[in-house]
Structure formats: structure tokens, C-alpha cells
């Protein structure tokens, strides 16, 4: 598991890259994004209690992404019911018989968004090589936590971050949540590279 300092470091690094990703998602929906400075926990696993403490039980949008290269692992957004629907609304898309597809790509393009700035910028700031990742894919809708991640059997042997982030388009507040799964053999260059920041290395 991260040290407390370790994950201080680490939430500042998530800080910055996902100050990139509002810039990729006001892009995105052409309008100024403002987005909350990260809060990161570190959970033993993907079942571990004190994820379904802080995400709740009520339904979501669960969507994920893997990356493999010096740093591997797997990310999986959840995504609030109604923050997808005010999405689709605030870039015009009106109510018919599209509207499922077309909110399903949305979430799809900001899960891109923000896994890419967040993982890239992990591994920049850390110096550890780029990752590449695969087409991210919708997990679950509208089901609970709970059931998504019975669909998620992310691998044991990896540590497990929960990213929790807010972002604010006009008038309108998206809360989402990252849940990061790094893989166990990545841990070590990740936890190396984090103690040489720490120490101005």
C-alpha cells in the first residue's frame, strides 16, 4: 500500500494532469470547464468497503479502459445517471431516438479524456514511459456500484486507487469517480519513482 506522504505526492501529480484533461473536455464540449482538485484514497482492492462507502449504492454509468507499457493497469469511471443525460442537453442534442447513442459517446469521449490525461500525466511527471491503451468500453448503466464490479473482476494482483473529481460545465456539476487499478508489477517503478520526487531527486 502507498504511504500517506506517497499519496500526497501522487495527488498532486493527478492534480496537474487533470488540469490537462479540463482543458481537453472544455475542447470537448466547447465551453469553459472547471474541475476540482482530486482527492485520492488508496483501497486494498476493488471490493474493498470504503469504495461503496464513498461512491453510495445508487445507479450509475460505469465505463473502463486499460493501459499497458511501463505502466499497466485498468481504470474504470463511474459516472453519475443524470450528469450523462445534462451532458447530452448542454451540447444541444435534443430527446429522440438517438439520444442513448449519443450519451453513451460522450461518456466514452470524456472516459478517453480523463484516463488519458490522467495515466499520461502519472507517467510523465514520474518519468516512467508512455502507456498505450485500448478503446475504452461502457461497463454497466444505470446499476449500483456493487453490480458493476461483480462485471469488473479487476485482476488481485494489483493496487487499487480511488480518484475522486468534480467538474463544472456552466451552469451544470458532473461528479465522477476514477477508480485506478495498477498492476502489481508496475507498483514498484511507480512507488520508486514517487520516493525520488519526494526527495528532489
Known amino acids: 500500500m502507498f504511504t500517506r506522504d506517497q499519496l500526497d505526492a501522487l495527488q498532486e501529480i493527478f ?5 490537462q ?3 481537453r473536455l472544455a ?5 469553459f470547464v472547471v474541475l476540482s482538485a482530486p482527492k485520492l484514497y488508496s483501497l486494498k482492492s476493488q471490493a474493498d468497503p470504503e469504495l461503496i462507502k464513498r461512491l453510495g449504492d445508487t445507479p450509475i454509468i460505469a465505463t473502463r479502459q486499460s493501459f ?3 505502466l499497466r493497469g485498468e481504470v474504470v469511471i463511474f459516472f453519475g445517471m443524470n450528469g450523462a443525460n445534462e451532458l447530452a442537453e448542454l451540447m444541444g442534442y435534443s430527446q429522440d431516438s ?3 447513442r ?4 460522450l461518456i466514452l469521449d ?3 479524456i480523463l484516463v488519458g490525461a490522467c495515466i499520461t500525466g502519472l507517467s510523465q511527471q514520474l518519468n516512467i514511459g508512455k502507456s498505450s491503451f485500448s478503446t475504452p468500453g461502457l461497463l454497466v448503466e444505470g446499476k449500483s456500484v456493487t453490480e458493476a464490479l461483480e462485471n469488473q473482476r479487476l485482476p488481485q494482483d494489483s493496487e487499487a486507487l480511488l480518484v475522486e473529481i468534480q467538474f463544472k460545465i456552466e451552469a451544470h456539476a458532473f461528479f465522477c469517480e476514477l477508480l485506478i487499478c495498477i498492476a502489481n508489477e508496475s507498483i514498484a517503478s511507480v512507488i520508486t519513482a514517487v520516493d525520488k520526487l519526494l526527495k528532489g531527486v
Open 102 to 105: 449519443v450519451k453513451e459517446e
Open 68 to 70: 499497458v507499457g511501463p
Open 21 to 23: 484533461g479540463a482543458n
Open 110 to 112: 470524456v472516459t478517453n
Open 27 to 31: 475542447r470537448l464540449v466547447e465551453t
Open 15 to 19: 492534480n496537474i494532469a487533470m488540469g
Open 98 to 100: 438517438d439520444t442513448q
